[in-house]
């Protein structure tokens, strides 16, 4: 705040201005001294009696030091010179912002830790930045019901987080919990500016970070996000592998099923040729059994034996005799009978 | 010379009067009190803003603030109920309602600091170490809030003697010593490093549950497949076999003819080595016997 005032300097010009126009009793002195002190006397009076109010500012005229009025329109001014009456200006209509856990320098975020670490409900420690954002509400209790408005609302600011964050749970505080536990600092800071009346409204408070305290506490509460990852890519992974595998198997069955219901098919099938086949020839055996019976016994010898060795063997006596009836048929003949082991066997 | 004597008279006079005037009027603003001193007795108190008389030279006016002030508590240890130790920071808001009580036993702002110091230090660390850990991080104990208990206190202590009336006692931070908070700290690492492992070793356990059961379904479905398969085939077999049996039934002899000679066919292909006595009918009517 900018108060207003005249200042000390004034006084001082008028105590030096009657010391040296006193022990000088010349005439053009005294004169001349008149002169100087009504001009300082005025210039004190213009300076004092004109002021101006910017657009952002509202002020407080004081009347032999009584709040009188409130100047908010914007523009210059008249009042009584000093010490009659004073103004304070204050930019008050200008939305202020207060930073907790950390300040702003020349662009730079500089981190408080005393400020921003506190203990939670279940006694973990963790780091929270907020804003409060703020300008003046009632100019009357901003000025003089509170010593330094700015030291109560940090202070009460301060202490509605933590006492808020000491009612949570770490993990609430970090992850969902932070919309409710804006709301409610908020509604406790309101509470505790109307119990002090610092005359300050503040229009909201929001947080920049709850997270937990940097360095290696940071980094394990990272570890743990890695890992609820990888949790989810190895479930994902393993999806993957059932995706795979299931509609294979469930393609293989329905193959399986195919290949049996072909084979079913071609069995009854076969099964109807052979027996179509049975019944043609059965049809004419019925007319001739012995002959028909004859005859296929003789095809099929006649469709078997040609390829065949054949040897015929005489078991009537102790040795097995046989006649090698290809080698008769091929080129040298010997009708030896030679005598192996037992019958069926064969070179 | 007479004349510029006389002016000389007047100026002086004149300047006297300005003097005297000025030394005997004092101003009382918003948000203060004015207490009037007669050789160091306070006589009246000035509280509402304005202008006022006093006797010049014999009266002086001292200030002291109406305003509510802070003050912030350096922090305090304390060792809880539950013997945890922890730092506390409190601030205090405070105003001057009795100038003159005040004046008498504080003289001045900073002294009243001091009392409160003194009053808020002694509360919190009694009232605190009367309660659990975990009251003091949530300012609620079985009783009602921390802070309006401590507020109360201390408004009693200060307000009858000195003339300070205390509108609220906070608790604004709670802090650990370092070496307990280093150990907090570790404790919070452990609690993730297991919270780590846990999702790491749930992610393998769902991998294995999710594999083993895509494979049991795998090999379900293929075993069903078999078995229908099987069953298939076996109701062709015995639909052929019916077939067979309806067709062969009409001449049993004459099937076992057929199908010897059939399979021989089969089972004589190639270049088969044939045994025959010598007296089957073949080798007989081979030979001409």
Redesign the interface.
């Known amino acids: 705040m900018n108060i207003f005032d005249g200042g000390p300097s004034f006084k001082e010009d008028q105590n030096d201005s009657?010391k040296t126009?006193?022990p000088i009793?010349t005439?053009w002195f005294?004169r001349g001294g008149a002169l100087f002190v009504s001009i300082l006397i005025l210039i004190w009076i213009v300076s004092t009696s004109i002021w101006i109010v910017q657009e952002q500012e509202q002020a407080a005229l004081?009347t032999?030091?009584?709040?009188t009025a409130t100047v908010d329109q914007a523009g210059l001014h008249l009042k009584w010179p000093y010490?009659i009456q004073q103004v304070i200006i204050v930019d008050a209509n200008r939305t202020k912002r207060m930073t907790v856990g950390y300040r702003e320098q020349n662009g730079k975020v500089v981190a408080i830790p005393?400020?921003a670490?506190?203990?939670?409900?279940d006694?973990?420690?963790v780091s929270a930045d907020a804003v409060v954002e703020w300008r003046v509400g009632d100019l009357?209790k901003y000025?003089?019901?509170?010593?330094?408005p700015e030291?109560?609302l940090r202070?009460?600011a301060?202490?509605s987080i933590?006492?808020v964050i000491?009612?949570v749970k770490?993990d609430y505080a970090i992850t969902e919990g932070k919309t409710d536990i804006q709301g409610r600092v908020k509604e406790k800071l309101n509470e505790?500016n109307t119990?002090?009346?610092t005359g300050i409204l503040v229009l909201d408070l929001k947080f920049q970070d709850i997270e937990?305290?940097e360095g290696?506490?940071q980094l394990?509460?990272k570890?743990?996000t890695?890992?609820?990852e990888?949790?989810?890519?190895?479930?994902n992974?393993?999806?993957k592998?059932?995706n795979d595998?299931?509609p294979?198997?469930?393609g293989?069955?329905?193959a399986?099923?195919e290949?049996?219901?072909g084979?079913?098919?071609?069995?009854?099938l076969?099964?109807?040729g052979?027996?179509a086949k049975?019944?043609a020839?059965?049809a004419e055996?019925?007319k001739n059994?012995a002959i028909t019976?004859e005859r296929?016994?003789l095809e099929?010898?006649e469709?078997?034996?040609p390829?065949?060795?054949?040897?015929?063997?005489?078991?009537?006596g102790d040795t097995v005799k046989?006649l090698p009836l290809h080698e008769l048929t091929g080129a040298k003949s010997s009708n030896t009978t030679t005598s192996t082991s037992k019958?069926?066997?064969?070179r | 010379m007479k004349g510029r004597y006389v002016i000389g008279v007047f100026l002086g006079l004149g300047l006297m009067a300005i003097i005297l005037v000025l030394s005997s009027l004092f101003i009382t603003r918003e948000g203060e009190y004015k207490v009037v001193l007669k050789f160091g007795q306070a006589v009246r108190i000035v509280s509402d803003p304005g202008i006022q008389w006093k006797m010049p030279f014999i009266e002086t006016v001292i200030t002291l603030p109406k305003r509510q002030l802070v003050y912030e508590s350096p922090p305090t240890p304390i060792l809880t109920r539950d013997k945890k130790p922890i730092l506390v920071d409190n601030y205090t808001i405070w105003r001057i309602t009795e100038p003159t009580k005040f004046l008498r036993t504080a003289q001045q702002v900073l002294s009243g600091e001091q009392l409160i110091e003194n009053a808020v230090y002694n509360t919190v660390r009694r009232k605190l170490s009367e309660v659990d850990y975990s009251e003091i991080i949530s300012e609620q104990t079985v009783r009602g809030n921390l802070s309006e208990e401590i507020t109360r206190e201390v408004y009693n202590l200060l307000f009858e003697t000195y003339g300070i009336s205390v509108t609220d006692v906070r608790i604004k931070r709670t802090d650990l010593p370092e070496e307990n908070k280093a150990s907090v700290y570790n404790r919070m690492i452990s609690d993730r490093q297991s919270m780590a492992t846990k999702y790491l070793s749930e992610g393998d356990e769902a991998y294995k549950k999710i594999t083993a059961q895509a494979d049991r379904t795998v090999r379900e479905t293929l075993a069903a497949a078999e078995a229908d398969a099987k069953k298939i085939i076996a109701e062709g077999e015995q639909e052929a076999a019916r077939i067979y049996n309806e067709a062969y039934s009409v001449d049993p002899e004459f099937y076992t003819l057929y199908r010897t000679l059939e399979s021989y066919r089969s089972t004589l292909s190639g270049k088969p080595v044939i045994v025959m006595p010598i007296d089957s009918p073949y080798t007989r009517l081979l030979l001409g016997k």
Not at chain 1, 143 to 148: G, P, R, Y
Not at chain 1, 307 to 316: L, P, R
């Open positions: 009657k126009l006193h009793p005439k005294v004081l032999f030091g009584r709040y010490p005393e400020e670490l506190m203990i939670t409900g006694e973990n420690i009357e000025l003089f019901n509170v010593s330094d030291a109560f202070n009460a301060i202490a933590r006492s000491g009612s770490l505790l119990l002090y009346g937990p305290p290696e506490v394990a509460f570890a743990v890695n890992a609820r990888e949790k989810n890519t190895k479930i992974n393993a999806t592998y059932a595998v299931i294979k198997a469930r293989d069955a329905q399986m099923l290949k049996a219901e084979e079913k098919k071609s069995r009854i076969n099964a109807e052979d027996v049975f019944r020839i059965y055996y019925a059994p019976k296929l016994i099929t010898l469709a078997v034996l390829g065949a060795q054949i040897f015929i063997t005489d078991t009537s046989y019958g069926g066997d064969s």
